[in-house]
């Protein structure tokens, strides 16, 4: 028995799943933000687990991606949360259900 | 043979957070969930030979993120609303999709032949900064996403300053803070 990549595959798929099983029917708005990130982070251990399979000039690429998207993924959140702190002041509310009119 | 039993402790501990954050009913709660699985997958990162990816993990991912994102739910005490319920009817039919989606990649996933290339490249410091910046060697495209990022951080943070603002030119209020 030895670790195979089969294993991390196996491992992202079910956070990802997690991830956007959160997204979707949770109805907190900061719930939601979270399964994104979750599901981000999932994308990422698949990349590198994708990268340990390929030979070493190739493999190198798919440990710098993940530091791109984790970039992508503070600018997203960073966005996100002042998007949030906008509606809430208008709504008071953190029920997504409420945040129907896009309304500043 | 260690590296299965490592790597069977980080992911348990990774879905079990995970789940945390689906169950969990206060939202500071959830935050707290998600930095726990955030650093067990910096640790399978230095399991997988990519120690630079997983402190790049602990420090954004665990560090910066969720303590922004820590932040702004203590200052909008975004569990004061406590009748919103967790989960609604939607979710009756979200989550067996889900389930559905699981299993058919998990069938593509199981099916295709997957083994460790024994000579790939273990991801250090040196061998990361020699791929992005050594633009001779390995030409500019890692270098131009790089500072495409950076501009993008950039003008992440002008628009999160603009957007939490309440109007550009004129003096804080402050009534408003005190009533949440």
Redesign the interface.
Known sequence: ???????????A???F??????T????????V???I??AL?AV??SL??????????T??TG??I???T??????????G??????I??SQD???I?TYSNMKG | ?L??IY?LIL?VI??GG??C??LSKH?LY??LS?VV??LS?AG??GL???P??GV??VM??AG??MM??TF??M??N?AR?NR?????K??LF??PA??L??LM??FL??R?P????P???R?TVS??AA??FDTSASGPG?FL??EA?GL??L???A???I??K?KLGSPETSD?EEVH
């Open positions: 028995m030895e670790l195979q990549p089969v294993y991390i595959q196996i491992l798929l079910i956070l799943a997690l991830g956007i099983a959160v979707l029917s949770r109805r907190n708005v900061f719930f933000l979270m399964g990130e979750l982070n990422n251990l590198v687990g994708f990268a340990k399979t390929l030979p070493a000039m493999s190198i440990q710098i993940p530091l791109f984790i970039g992508v993924a503070a600018a997203e959140a960073c966005v949360l002042a998007v949030v702190i906008l809430f002041r509310s953190v029920d259900d | 043979m590296a299965l790597f992911g990774a879905v995970a789940l954050v689906l939202p959830g935050a998600l699985t955030m997958l399978i990162y997988l030979g990519s630079f990816v790049v993990q954004v991912y910066a993120i922004l994102l702004v739910i200052v909008l975004g609303d919103t319920p967790r989960f609604d939607i979710s979200v989550i889900i389930i989606m699981a990649l998990s996933i199981l295709t997957l083994v460790f290339n000579d790939t490249a991801g061998l990361t791929t992005l890692y996403l790089f990022i993008l951080l003008s992440a943070m628009t999160a300053v957007l939490a309440k408003s």
